[in-house]
């Protein structure tokens, strides 16, 4: 009798939790699941491989999808069970035991809005997993005092998390936020390193610069790729030694700073490029932090929009045809975006509720259209499947070292892929 059960029969409560996803047992310790799709086997180029005889060498998959989690059996010799039921493919509910062939593991979906209320860090609103982490990693790094490097396309949020390690810190001293971009290359040394009466055209008094004003807290560098390289120089030498300089003054003053920088560009390509130095670019990247693109985490959009709306107008609130239309919309300017457009929307309202109509927005882009190439595993993906797999050619089509490239894919966790499983996960995230 074949005990094998399709996936609509199955019992238990099927949950919509969006939180995050872990699993542990077999000889894995409990780890987060990451992306939406997650291999289970013995063979070389799975994901996870647990501890146990009767494992297949491609023996399963868990899926994100729609419903939640979905587990998949890949044909396995010795079957799939989710809490000892034998299943081809079932949605998985907020904690269940699974059996691949001999080796047994735990499946276990947090509560996403009870670890938002917890993890949420000071001045952000989400939920989404990959803020959850980025919350997680920020409490990790606060305290530490080492320089962080926050990386994520214009509009995402940068300054936030930047104000939030500050936060968390412990460090008394100011927060000082500097756009590197904002300055003429003759200006930036003087905003950063500060200086004196005389020493350029039009300095008509003394200026304390950047770094004395964060003495005993933290300097955010925001678009640091836009540093001149003469001031480069001049900031790796400022790491290196923790004195300062200020222009037209000849003894050095020792400062206490703690550098968070920032940036939208692609620092790899700038150092290819001889834009931007390694040595200052491994003096500031102790710690990097991913900020993902708000298309990426759209179940928060609904969080964020009624957030930014109240703080405007906490009278007004959005008909559920308007969040809709927030969700379908691609946001390339992101949570930036998003408040202009709310902010334009709240003035033009006639009454108490905000329409879709209201709003005036484009829809998501239809499938088979571009996508965005500021995203770097989409930049990635797209040279890999260019070059069918092969990275020599992904490299050329990226116009980039193999080196850089491998370095790239060490980043989001591909290097130990195969040829196969490298071209398939970038299939994937270009369909996403």
Sequence with gaps: MD???????LDWPISANEGPAYLSGAGILRRPL??????IGRGRGNDVSPQGAGLSSMHAELRRCSKGWEVVDLNSR??????????ER??????????????????????CAQLAQQEALPGLVGGDVSMLELARLVRRVAPTGVPVLIQGET???????????????????????IN????????????LFGAVRGAYT??????????????????????????????????????????????????????DVRIVAATHRDLDQMIQSQEFRPDLYHRIAVFPLQIEPLRRRTNDLPAIARHLLELYDADLRFHADALEALTRYDWPGNVRELRNLITRAAILATGQVI????????PKRAAGTQVHLGDEKVRLALGICAGRGNLSEAARHLGIARSTLYRKLTRIGWSQLDKEAILERAEQTISE
């Design 180 to 191: 590197c971009g904002a300055f003429s290359p003759d200006l930036v040394g003087a905003e």
């Design 355 to 362: 329409h879709a109509q209201d709003l005036a927005l484009k």
């Design 90 to 111: 079932a949605i998985l509910p907020d904690r269940a035991e699974l059996r691949f062939g001999g080796a047994v593991m735990w499946f276990e979906l947090q509560d």
């Design 34 to 39: 990451r992306g939406r799709l997650v291999r």
């Design 202 to 255: 039009g300095a008509d008094r003394d200026r304390v610069g950047a770094f004395a004003s964060a003495h005993g807290g933290t300097l955010f560098l925001d678009e640091v790729g836009e540093l001149p390289a003469s001031v480069q120089v001049q900031l790796l030498r400022v790491l290196e030694s923790g004195a300062i300089r200020r222009l037209g003054e000849p003894r050095e003053r020792q400062v």
């Design 78 to 87: 010795n079957g799939t069970y989710v809490s000892g039921a034998r299943v």
């Design 155 to 177: 509009g995402v949020g940068k300054e936030k998390v930047a104000q939030a390690v500050h936060d968390l810190s412990g460090r008394r001293g100011a927060f000082v936020p």
């Design 3 to 9: 005990e094998r059960l399709k996936t609509e029969t």
